[in-house]
């Protein structure tokens, strides 16, 4: 399936959201360290609802570390300056989303990082600095799941 990866996130209710997301649509859910919140936070778990246990969720302890287990994986960075669409991908099962802080995004030397396939974007009205990261990973995950017919990694659906 397809992995989602949250570099440094801060906020607690989005990373409960990508658990439950990682969750329904059997993606795994990886974070890479530092963490805006301590995993246990009530915030995270209310966001996740029931679902932490149906969830496959890795923390890293830095960006090298989460690019190597997650290797050999295509990693597409998003980011609202990012020079493809979103929808232009031909996503493969094993690649990597990955999405920034809340509210910085992925830092310059993340962007410029030679192990990216590309950096993607979700069109947004002008003038608009970005969507909250757990509707963001969503909508990447679903065109992701989306372009291999909504099949289980078994070729179930």
């Known amino acids: 399936m397809f992995r989602i990866l949250f570099h440094e996130p801060r906020i607690a209710g989005n990373t409960g959201a990508a658990i439950r997301l990682a969750a329904v649509t059997g993606a795994e ?5 530092p963490l805006g919140f301590d995993l246990s936070e009530a915030k995270l778990r209310r966001a996740g609802l029931d679902y932490h246990d149906l969830a496959v969720m890795t ?3 830095d960006l090298d570390a989460a690019l190597t ?16 669409l979103y929808t232009d991908i031909a996503y493969e ?12 995004g992925l830092p ?14 979700l069109p947004m009205l002008p003038g608009r600095r970005s969507m909250n990261l757990a509707n963001t990973a969503s909508v990447a995950v ?10 289980l990694p078994d070729g179930t659906l």
Request: hydrophobic content about 40%; aromatic content about 10%.
């Open 29 to 33: 859910l990886h974070l890479v360290e």
């Open 142 to 151: 679903y065109e992701a799941w989306r372009q291999h017919g909504f099949t």
């Open 69 to 84: 287990a997650l290797a050999p994986g295509k990693v597409y960075a998003f980011t609202a300056g990012g020079d493809e």
């Open 59 to 61: 923390v890293h302890p």
């Open 108 to 121: 310059p030397e993340v962007l410029t990082d030679p192990r990216l396939a590309a950096r993607v974007r």
């Open 93 to 104: 099962p094993g690649d990597v989303l990955m999405f920034g802080a809340e509210p910085t």
